[in-house]
């Protein structure tokens, strides 16, 4: 098993900036992929960024690309999303998520997941 905790979100104005970070227990955080995805309301749950195990491949959805940043540190166990210029589109819950190589940028592909941290950007 593997506990994520996510912590950061919160109320920015558009344009802001805001950090989330995702704190990982259980089993050796170097053997998973980790990813981000977020859920607006009334939507689907969304892709929004991975980085495999040693932070050498990272992807990014489409959306995202230029504005945010996914970064790990596998010493401390933590897998962050920098996420710059902020628009009330990107308005959701943030979920991190795990998964053993390779990841797959799909809600149904992810074995890990924890409890979100909401973001909300007001315009």
């Known amino acids: 098993q593997v506990q994520l905790k996510e912590s950061g979100g919160g109320l920015v104005q558009a344009g802001g900036s805001l950090r989330l970070s995702c704190a990982a227990s259980?089993?050796?955080?170097?053997?998973?992929?980790m990813g981000w995805f977020r859920q607006a309301p009334g939507k689907e749950r969304e892709f929004v960024a991975a980085?495999?195990?040693?932070?050498?491949?990272?992807y990014y959805a489409g959306s995202v690309k230029g504005r945010f940043t996914i970064s790990r540190d596998n010493a401390k166990n933590t897998v962050s999303l920098q996420m710059n210029s902020l628009k009330p589109e990107d308005t959701a819950v943030y979920y991190c998520?795990?998964?053993?190589?390779?990841?797959?940028?799909?809600?149904?592909?992810?074995?890990?997941w924890g409890q979100g941290t909401q973001v909300t950007v007001s315009s």
């Open positions: 259980g089993r050796t955080f170097s053997n998973y992929a």
């Open positions: 980085i495999n195990w040693n932070g050498d491949r990272i």
């Open positions: 998520a795990a998964d053993r190589e390779p990841f797959k940028p799909s809600v149904a592909g992810i074995t890990y």
